[in-house]
């Protein structure tokens, strides 16, 4: 059974930097795109950031030049280091993976909250 589990959410300050980190782990074979998401109180969920094995990334508009998405294959494991961090940036963040575990699949995991205090 694939599992995705993330870390490295907490109380920050505006201005203030955090990373996030998640690790899949269970039956994988190859892992496609990696990506951050995340869904603020009473909105949708956003993508934040993706990247893919061979490392080509894409961003949010509200979010490039702050953030930064980072992968090692060898671990099954993506970053998110967030820089300059807004108020606005308070949300759960969602990590998730298109994964071959048999067949691809997107995977989620459960969440880490990130709250951003002005």
């Known amino acids: 059974q694939v599992q995705l589990v993330e870390s490295g959410g907490g109380l920050v300050q505006a201005g203030g930097s955090l990373r996030l980190s998640c690790a899949a782990s269970?039956?994988?074979?190859?892992?496609?795109?990696m990506g951050w998401y995340r869904q603020a109180p009473g909105k949708q969920r956003e993508l934040v950031a993706t990247i893919t094995s061979s490392g080509s990334t894409k961003y949010a508009d509200s979010v490039k030049g702050r953030f930064t998405i980072s992968r090692d294959n060898a671990k099954n494991t993506v970053y998110m280091q967030m820089n300059s961090l807004k108020p606005e940036d308070t949300a759960v963040y969602y990590c998730?993976?298109?994964?071959?575990?048999?067949?691809?699949?997107?995977?989620w995991g459960k969440g880490t909250l990130v709250t951003v205090s002005s």
């Open positions: 998730n993976a298109n994964l071959d575990s048999d067949f691809y699949m997107d995977y």
């Open positions: 269970g039956n994988i074979f190859s892992i496609n795109v």
